[in-house]
C-alpha cells in the first residue's frame, strides 16, 4: 500500500470520496455527480494519493458516510482523523462538532461559545467552511443564527445542506430571500 490512498463510492445523494494515509482518514469528498467529478477533485486535494481497495479504517469511515447519507443514525465519531497541519482553532472546532450527533444541530456561536471564544462564530463559520472530512466532522449540523442554514460549501450549497439534514429528520424552516 502507498502512503496515501482514496476511493470513490456511491451514495444516495451521489458519489462521495475518501482519502487516507496508514493511520487516518486525511479528507473525504461529498456527494458530487459523477465519479469522474469526485476522482478529480480527490486527486486534486491528494495529488499524491493513488485510487485503492481502503484499509480498515477508510473502510469504516465508507460504510458509515453511505450509511448516514442513505438517513440512518450512525456514529462516526471513532473514525481517525489526520488533522496534522491543521490550523489549532480549526482542530478544537471540528473536535466539537464531531460530538454533534445525527439529528441535532447547533449555531456558529453555540460552537464558539462552547470552545470559550465567544464572539468568534464567523471564525467557526470559517472552519465550517474549509472543512476537509465532511460529514465525517458534520459541518452541514451547524447553522447560522436564529437556526437558518446558513452557508453551505460542498456542491449543491445550502440545497445539499438542508437534504442532509432532512435525511436525519431536521426540517429548517423555508429560506428567505436573504438566506439564499
Known amino acids: 500500500m502507498v502512503a496515501q490512498g482514496f476511493a470513490v463510492f456511491e451514495t444516495a445523494l451521489g458519489h462521495c470520496g475518501v482519502a487516507w494515509d496508514e493511520r487516518a482518514v486525511i479528507g473525504c469528498q461529498l456527494p458530487e455527480n459523477s465519479q469522474q467529478r469526485t476522482r478529480a477533485r480527490l486527486a486534486a486535494r491528494f495529488p499524491s494519493a493513488q485510487e485503492q481497495d481502503p484499509p480498515g479504517h477508510a473502510r469504516a469511515a465508507i460504510e458509515g458516510v453511505a450509511a448516514l447519507l442513505r438517513g440512518e ?34 449555531t456558529y456561536g453555540e460552537v464558539a461559545t462552547r470552545l470559550g471564544y465567544p464572539g468568534a462564530a464567523r471564525a467557526v463559520g ?55
Open 73 to 106: 443514525r450512525v456514529d462516526l465519531t471513532d473514525v481517525p482523523l489526520g488533522m496534522d497541519g491543521l490550523p489549532r482553532f480549526h482542530r478544537l472546532v471540528y473536535e466539537l462538532v464531531r460530538t454533534v450527533g445525527p439529528g441535532d444541530t447547533v
Open 126 to 180: 470559517q472552519a465550517m467552511g474549509s472543512n476537509p472530512f465532511a460529514p465525517i466532522v458534520p459541518c452541514h449540523r451547524v447553522l447560522a443564527a436564529g437556526g437558518r442554514a446558513g452557508g453551505f460549501s460542498a456542491t449543491g450549497g445550502v440545497k445539499a445542506k438542508r437534504r442532509m439534514l432532512e435525511l436525519e429528520g431536521v426540517h429548517l424552516e423555508e429560506p428567505t430571500l436573504f438566506d439564499l
